[in-house]
């Protein structure tokens, strides 16, 4: 039987990392990795397993040349910190397999590095490959010719993981997305038939994050709601386990915005506890809009896009969301028009990506028909402030300027908080609700959790004004944190309050990042005369 090490590789400093503010919240990392835990549960009996996150504990590599397999996963953001450990492990002679998101749209990229490429899921490919190996023999590339039935999924071994050194849980409800947005990998590696597991599994893997310590998780389907049918039947069954132990658990998680047209859907999304969805709006520009294939996202009898996200606020949903400027309908007032609806929405947390085109997307098969894609190797030193594509509205220089300048006006202090301060006191949002409701009933379970989340509003406060360098912030977050104590003495809003202040010191010190970064001379750029 085969010693196997699963590794995944460290993060670049990115939005969703919190690089910059987990030492507040008393972590290495915000999530566990998703897929190796799952990989564990699915390798049969006799093997043994060691998983390695680099996003919390340093990669021993003599453990790893002392492995018969070595394997890894990764996205796109980890592709190169996945070539160089790939290429350290060929030093040493260790036979490597690779798998995951980027391996599965740009294969290639480790071709000379890997000994075996997994493309799409693994389900049914690994425990293949591994009884393969043990005959002696083995193929170069595996591929599933079926997509994974979801309720024949195991959970995952949490047991292999740190799990006191991550922030956050994370467990996963369904794979697949009903849309075909032009932009997004994940039709490529999951389809749009979404496939969701049983109640009984969803219930297991929370019982095991439970015992693992953890009481808050994201739910990582990248549109929980692809299948309504599905998982409305799956939320009830949720909310039954939450409220007959008192609601243990709180949520995040991905939506769709036509979550705001289903009100059904709604109430049951807050009554299981998920407090807080991110949605991808993209963009205002409703021409771009349909130029992507993001047909859910315009207007009609359900309204704007600012009124559905109003409506998801409204069922005490927080919305966070996902914006994308450099669309070939975009021109250089998209980005006030972006900053605009962000203020006039409430959504405290935006993530603004220049558009990227990823291998095997229709975007990149669209624009390298066109001539519109720079392969070059200039491209891979761009880092985040990089795109691979030739914008048709300005050229790659202003795309990058005025991408920066938005990410500084959303996250200057006074922007920020004026939209923390609109949601929880001018709307008066209160996470949780349901579970104080539940727990209210029980005086000393209502005493003990409220004084939990004082004590990390406090700790988090403290370690904010101890640890944040700049004098004017620290201040800021105080006499923020003192005006939302005035305003409103809910030790959930104050420890959400506290929560956005380190977040906000993340975003603040990325933005500060990208503004002392040299900017990067390009060769001009002649766009291709195709039509839009």
């Known amino acids: 039987m085969a010693d196997i090490v699963l590794i995944n590789p ?51 590599f003599d453990r790893c040349a002392r492995a018969d397999i070595v394997g890894l996963t990764g996205m796109n953001v980890q592709r190169l910190r996945m070539r160089s450990i790939l290429a350290e492990l060929k030093r040493r002679g260790v036979f490597t397999v690779v798998g995951g998101a980027w391996a599965t749209v740009q294969e290639d990229d480790f071709k000379d590095l890997a000994d075996v490429t997994f493309v799409g899921e693994a389900e049914e490919t690994w425990p293949r490959f591994l009884a393969e190996w043990a005959e002696g023999r083995h193929q170069r590339r595996y591929e599933q010719a079926e997509r994974t039935d979801m309720a024949t999924v195991p959970a995952p071994r949490l047991d292999l993981l740190p799990m006191k050194k991550y922030a956050l849980g994370s467990v996963q409800f369904s794979r697949g997305c009903p849309f075909a947005c032009e932009f997004c990998d994940i039709i490529v590696t999951f389809g749009r038939r979404p496939r969701i597991k049983t109640s009984a599994q969803v219930i297991a893997e929370l019982e095991g994050l439970r015992a693992a310590g953890k009481l808050t998780a994201f739910i990582v389907d990248d549109n929980l709601i692809g299948n309504k049918k599905a998982v409305k039947a799956l939320l009830r069954d949720l909310i039954a386990w939450q409220q007959a132990n ?69 069922a005490g949903i927080e919305v966070w969301c996902g914006l994308i400027v450099g669309f070939d309908h975009d021109d250089p007032g998209i980005f006030a028009a972006q900053r605009r609806f962000v203020q006039d929405a409430r959504i405290v947390h935006a993530m603004v990506n220049m558009l990227v085109a990823i291998p095997r997307t229709p975007l990149y098969k669209r624009l390298e028909a066109e ?70 009933r029980r005086p000393k379970l209502w005493l003990r959790t409220n004084a939990r989340l004082l004590l990390e509003a406090v700790a988090i406060l403290t370690m904010l004004i101890r640890g944040v360098p700049d004098p004017e912030l620290r201040r800021e977050y105080r006499r923020r944190m003192l005006r939302v104590l005035w305003r409103r003495r809910s030790p959930s809003v104050l420890q959400q309050y506290a929560i956005k202040c380190a977040m906000h010191f993340h975003v603040h010190t990325m933005v500060q990042q990208m503004l002392a970064q040299p900017r990067v001379e390009i060769e001009a750029e002649a766009v291709p005369d195709v039509a839009a």
Not at 255 to 280: H, K, R
């Open 246 to 314: 008192l609601y243990p658990m709180t949520f995040s998680t991905e939506a769709s915005i036509d979550l705001a047209e289903d009100p059904e859907l709604m109430q049951l999304m807050a009554d299981a506890n998920i407090t807080q969805v991110f949605v991808g709006i993209e963009t205002v520009n409703e021409e771009a809009l349909r130029e992507t294939r993001k047909i859910q996202n315009l207007r009609d009898r359900g309204g704007t896009m600012l009124e559905k996200v109003h409506r998801i606020q409204d």
């Open 10 to 60: 460290r993060f670049e400093t990115s939005y969703w990392g919190l690089e910059h503010a987990i030492r507040f919240l008393d972590a290495k990392a915000l999530l566990p990795p998703a897929s190796l835990p799952l990989l564990a549960a699915l390798t049969p009996s006799g093997h043994r397993i060691t998983i390695i996150d680099e996003n919390v504990e340093e990669i021993d």
């Open 371 to 440: 001539g519109r894609l720079d392969l070059s190797a200039n491209f891979e030193g761009m880092g985040e402030l990089g795109t691979n594509i030739l914008p048709r509205g300005f050229s790659r220089d202003a795309l990058r300027q005025g991408y920066v300048a938005l990410m500084q006006e959303l996250y200057a202090p006074a922007a920020y908080f004026d939209r923390v301060d609109s949601l929880y006191l001018g709307l008066g949002m209160t996470p949780g609700r349901v579970k104080a409701r539940a727990r209210s």
